[in-house]
């Protein structure tokens, strides 16, 4: 499991080794770089560091190179569902929080369909579903049936809910899902212990482990992610970096997509975001596509329109578009969003400014008759 490297050093620890590289350890990483092989993880770290910024249009320049050489001018949409609001978790930063007083939601079938043929109007066949982390509400029978609605509307299904157990995994890879995405929030067990205050959430270490029961389980998809903001950036970068190496190399036939949300404004009296300027922000994602290559790098509705069309193509492969963060939004719903959005352009409009950049927008890459064995091959 994840957590026997991550118990090896510390955050702290993690954060000072990022910022002992030097000027000489940055010029050698893209000296490597330019070796047609990966980065290693310490020269990963080098290219972290804040001296790096100065090689910026370098880093951008291999980023480039690496994103058309494995995934070519491809850009995969996807839209979030969000199945429900309901949420016995207290985390302080987040909309969902319990302690929000809020309007509460969870759509029944009838409403899953209206959404859903909201969605497939839209050519959407990426579907990735959410919900906050109340275990009773939107428990496995209710996941369970959800997804046989949404899998007659939709190629493939992602989850983005409470963890679970490896069993109950398994049990949803039955239905039809094929993606798992799990983000840990923060890496940094001092500021998740202060983070999380009550509920399931609070238990760090299960959240961590949660991407290895995926990964047990066969999901064919796995994400990670860390929400800058929360805890020091350079600490969270090591981690994210690790976590999704080791995922990569101990479950070498599921992919690894990796994503990097900065904290948005939400519900709430949370003021202690840590500011990550647009120049780190960028630094790190070309960080990581010279470390993990192979790695989808997914980007959100949380960002500028300005960082979007910069960076599509360039390290990022994976995009929301047209987001709604409350359930029922799509179909007319009013209920509370997790979080605002930056980005608020249509479809139609966001495929045409990524046509304009020679970029290839893909609305279904899977079908889940590739995992079908042919009854002559049995």
Known sequence: MYTELFDKISFSEAKEKVLSKSKIDIESSLHSSYSGKPLNFEEYLSLLHPLADSYLEEMAERALNWTKKRFGNTISLYMPMYLSNECRSSCVYCGFSFENKIPRKTLNESEIRAESEVLYSKGIRHLLILTGEDYSITNLEYLRSAVRILKSYFDSISIEIYPMDQEKYEILIGEGVEGLVVYQETYDPETYSKYHLRGMKKNMRYRLDAPDRGGLAGFRRIGVGALLGLSDPYGEMFRLGEHAHYLSKKYWRTTIQISLPRMRPAEGEFDKT??????????????????????????????????????????????????????????????????????????????????????????????????QVPDRIV
Do not use: C, W
Request: no cysteine; aromatic share 12%.
């Open 274 to 371: 840590i500011f990550v300027s647009d120049r780190e922000y960028v630094r790190f994602l070309f960080a990581l596509r010279l470390f993990l290559p192979d790695s989808g790098l997914v980007q959100s509705t949380r960002e500028s329109i300005h960082m979007r069309n910069h960076l599509a193509g360039m390290p990022i492969t994976h995009m929301s578009v047209e987001s709604r963060t409350d359930p029922g939004g799509y179909s007319g719903g009013e209920e509370l969003k997790q979080f605002e959005i930056e980005d608020s352009r249509k479809i139609e409009e966001f495929t045409e400014m990524l046509r304009k950049k020679g970029l290839d927008p893909v609305f279904k890459d899977f079908d889940r008759a590739f995992l």
